[in-house]
């Protein structure tokens, strides 16, 4: 068995760096490796099956940046213990070097400032270098090292999305990405939909077969027709689904007797695809066919058997609609889930054997939630959501990206039980203030990049149902929060 050891300094209580247990290592091509994890207040250790080099990725407070995930270098194994914020100091130097690098060759232009700014925390990092034997003196120029490679990290991204858009802006005058929200019953509202359609161009209705096909047999489908009436009548575009759900308690209960057959169940399973497709055929032209398929937990389906079965659902949403696009939407793109070894295959692992299919697979959709306990994403800035976009656009697909982060930190009871607000994640304790500035940040960012065309807002309103605790645009009094003047900006194109 393979074995990392970390120390921190000075050390943590556990109760004091509760995200310890999150940690995991992964390797060169971002395969992330089975890490079983003990940090008992002193060392953080890592036990792995293999002992090939890898980078450890943790959450890490960081003065001003909250407790977003940093990553070591490229580490070997050996007896001595590695100093934490010295290597997690190294490794985002190394990022920032690397993205420096890389944006200079596409001829961008980076601003002294940043210069100065990387350069200094590489004098911190040298220093903490030199005197790795004093654990107090390189602990804590290692960790201004962090801050001041953080620092410099926020405005190299700021400048890549400053001259991108500038760029973009001088070519077109309309927005390079569909900019959408998922529907709910709030949209009907007059005064609601005159905010929607100031902020997004594109609606996307929810289809949730648990819903719609309660029964075998019986189909409700009169909440889906509403929306879709209403968008075609205000001729928005539309993107539906997802039409599957392979997560946890996805799929209707009425399935349970065929989990194990490998015959009928996707039967069933594309018989639904058919026959929602087919009842808006021409209304909707861009589907997420399924989604959760490579992280799973519905039915109890192994991953070999989900993979399959999502195989079969874009062969038929092929067939039943050839001029429509069909996209997957992926959980958890970063692949953290793979830490707990119930996942041979890395999410970029499952889209590619999709892709490589042929099966008419449009593009991919992936979920950042960003402020919420797992299974929500991990906290990272805006440089590391930059390479993650680069690192998927290797697939050469269309890339739809679903936001999420809340608004406070209060209980929200119209909320699913599942996610709780993480108060740690963020620069600051969660506000509206906070979500906006977050929103400014990374809708720019997505629709910044080629490969991206759609950025959608995960809940429209926080007075109905909904997944994540106070993440909607409008409050539950129906009133807009700060966060729908910067993407009223992005929709139009205009400067901030």
């Excluded at 943590?12 to 999150?22: G, I, K, N, R």
Aim: glycine share 6%; charged share 20%.
């Amino acid at each position: 068995m393979g074995v990392m050891r970390f120390i921190v300094h000075p050390p943590l209580a556990v109760e004091q760096w509760t995200e310890s247990y999150l940690a995991y290592i992964r390797a060169m091509d971002g395969r992330v490796f089975p890490t079983n994890v003990d940090y008992d207040g002193e060392v953080l250790t890592c036990r792995r099956h293999t002992s090939d080099s890898g980078k450890l990725s943790v959450p890490w407070s960081v003065s001003g940046h909250g407790r977003p995930v940093l990553n070591t270098t490229s580490l070997r194994e050996r007896e001595h213990p590695y100093l934490l914020p010295l290597e997690l100091a190294r490794g985002k130097l190394s990022e920032v070097r690397d993205q420096w690098a890389t944006w200079e060759i596409a001829r961008m232009i980076v601003p002294q400032v940043f210069k100065d700014v990387q350069a200094e925390a590489f004098h911190y990092f040298a220093h903490a270098s030199a005197n790795r034997h004093d654990l107090d003196v390189a602990s804590q120029a290692a960790q201004q090292a962090i801050k001041l490679a953080c620092d410099a990290a926020d405005i190299l991204a700021d400048t890549y999305v400053v001259q991108r858009m500038t760029s973009i802006r001088r070519a077109t005058s309309q927005a390079p990405s569909l900019l959408g929200c998922n529907l709910d019953e709030k949209i009907t509202h007059s005064d609601a939909w005159d905010i929607f359609k100031d902020a997004f161009n594109v609606a996307s209705i929810p289809i949730d077969w648990l819903q719609i096909e309660p029964q075998e047999g019986i189909y409700n489908w009169e909440r889906v027709d509403r929306f879709v009436q209403h968008c075609t009548q205000n001729r928005m575009i539309i993107r539906g689904g997802p039409l599957i759900n392979l997560g946890p308690d996805g799929m209707p209960k009425w399935l349970a007797p065929w989990k194990d057959d490998f015959f009928n169940l996707p039967s069933f399973v594309c018989d639904f695809i058919d026959t929602a497709i087919s009842r808006y055929t021409g209304l909707i032209r861009i589907w997420e066919v399924s989604t959760a398929g490579n992280t799973g937990g519905a039915l109890g389906l192994s991953e070999e058997h989900r993979l399959a079965l999502v195989a079969r659902t874009l062969e038929t949403a092929l067939r039943t609609d050839s001029d429509a696009q069909f996209f997957i939407r992926i959980d958890q793109p970063f692949g953290e889930y793979q830490r707990h070894g119930e996942h041979r295959l890395a999410p970029f692992q499952f889209v590619d054997a999709l892709i490589r299919s042929n099966l008419g697979l449009s593009g991919i959709s992936f979920d950042l939630n960003m402020g919420y306990h797992p299974p929500g994403s991990l906290a990272r800035d805006m440089l590391s959501v930059s390479k993650l976009i680069d690192y998927w656009s290797a697939l050469q697909v269309q890339i739809h990206v679903n936001l999420a982060c809340p608004s406070s930190s209060l209980r929200d009871p119209n909320s699913s039980s599942l996610f709780e607000v993480d108060d740690k994640a963020g620069r600051q304790p969660w506000s509206e203030e906070t979500q906006a500035e977050w929103i400014e940040q990374i809708v720019p960012l997505l629709m910044a990049k080629p490969s991206v065309t759609g950025v959608f807002l995960e809940q429209f309103s926080d007075s109905y149902s909904h997944r994540f605790p106070n993440a909607g645009l409008l409050d539950s009094n129906s009133n807009p929060k700060k966060m729908y003047d910067p993407l009223r900006r992005q929709l139009h194109h205009e400067m901030t």
